[in-house]
């Protein structure tokens, strides 16, 4: 066992409580688009529907859902990371949807912060994914790292990929050869579904391909176009990394490109900011659309605030279908994309 010294563990949790403060102070998104602005769905002049018969629910995973979203990885490790977990959970049960706490590393290196990612206590029944940066599996064991998914009864383990912020980070980690053999190992071990994820900077067709032939159960695009993880960065820094802050797949263009290359659910995140853009990411062949940076400012508030600002999307959603003439997800997966 790797026993961490106190000031690498606070080292950890002021480093996420930087984040949320930077994320709700600055402005640390992308200048460029995420790309929905370059997809259009195909009109229907003529829906032939109820929009009050619109049936939004789906299924994730063997889980089912009342609307396809899902909370984006934020947080933990803190006080303040712990009420931000429960309100976002408690919203997602509120609404039937699935959530992911942010990266469980403060509980590799301190045990008791495992209380705040714990969020079963008020969110019972949600999909719930747990979240590893895929640096650290060169650090710890299979077995530590998939005990953090029994430790808070999650449904699966999210592996994020987030290089370009590791970059701009001074203490990032530089060293990522051999971590394609590290999820490899960490999927063939593990009971519960091993999903990849970016933080901001999109995944390829190609890389998904790879991913999913390691064993990997779905893939979270997270593409640039929303939240840049070396903006966020570049205000806890002194050297200039305004270079790559642009850096990133935007993510409608890797959604197509990963959903003609693999066949596991997707979720598409990085940049959704509304219903329509949900709407859009479903119909190019995203299971499920996330968001972070929109949830954040509601969740240090109430959950009821997290809960108000998904309904808008939710309604915003359900005009998008009524244009379309979808009356469920399964009809809108079949509605024309058109990409200018
Ligand atoms: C404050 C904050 C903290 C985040 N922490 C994590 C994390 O610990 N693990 C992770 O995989 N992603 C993390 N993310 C990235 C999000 O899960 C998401 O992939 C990314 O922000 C893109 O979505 P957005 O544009 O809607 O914010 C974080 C995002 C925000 C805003």
Redesign the pocket.
Known sequence: MIVMSSDKKSVTKSR?DD??RI?LEKN??FAKS?GFDRVELEHSALPEIERSDIDLSTRFMGKKFRYPLFI?????GTAQGERINKNLAAAAEALGIGM?V??QRAMLEDAKATRTYSVRDVAPSIFLLG?I?AAQLRKYDTSRVLALVDAIKADGL?I?L?VAQELAQKEGDKSWKGVFDDIKALCAKSKVPIIA????CGISGKLSEALVSAGVKAI?I?GA???S?VK?DSHRTDDDVSHIEEWGIPTARALKDVAGSVEVPIIA?????NGVEVAKAIAMGASLV?????L?KPATESSESVRKHLEKIISQLEDAMFLVGARNVSELKKVKVLYA
Do not use: F, Q, Y
């Not at 984006?72 to 933990?76: C, D, K, L, R, S």
């Not at 995140?269 to 900011?273: A, H, P």
């Not at 996330?290 to 929109?294: D, E, F, N, T, V």
């Open positions: 996420k984040h949320i994320c640390v998104e995420n984006e990885a934020i947080t933990g992911g942010g990266s979240n940066g999210a994020h987030n994820k970016e933080t901001g979270d997270a176009g929303g939240t993880w966020v995140s990085g940049g959704i900011r996330g968001m972070a940076l929109p954040l």
